[in-house]
């Protein structure tokens, strides 16, 4: 799995899994985080997020993948499309596990961008 890409399909996503077969999606690694994801997520129907990963496939490059992942940082400041309270869905109590992980996933980050950056 890589950081940018499209995300996984379910194993019931049959209509997903076609459609992205058919435009050649399918040979891309997936990701975390992708084009599709920051334009809509869940709420754009299946044809438009596979129009939106085969975008991404056919212009992919280190530059289009710093600006995906800076608009998921910016998406997830403003909690915007979150439909859940994800402390009732990971039932955790305590608020200071939440800022251990958000620390670690910006080191983590950081690491892989310094390592991309050196590979150049």
């Not at 996984?8 to 599709?36: C, Y």
């Not at 997830?76 to 499309?81: A, L, Q, R, S, T």
Request: hydrophobic share 45%.
């Amino acid at each position: 799995m890589s950081f940018v890409g499209p995300r996984p399909a379910l194993f019931n996503q049959d209509d997903l899994i076609a459609l992205r077969t058919e435009k050649g999606v399918h040979q891309l690694i997936p990701g975390i985080t992708g084009w599709a994801q920051i334009n809509g997520r869940d709420d754009i129907p299946i044809p438009v997020k596979v129009e939106y990963d085969e975008y991404y496939l056919k212009n992919k490059s280190f530059f289009f993948d710093l600006k995906i992942l800076w608009n998921t940082f910016l998406k997830v400041i403003k909690k915007e499309g979150v439909v859940i309270n994800m402390s009732m869905y990971f039932q955790i109590k305590n608020p200071k596990i939440y800022l251990m992980i958000f620390s670690d996933v910006i080191i983590f980050c950081v690491i892989h961008c310094y390592l991309l950056l050196i590979s150049l």
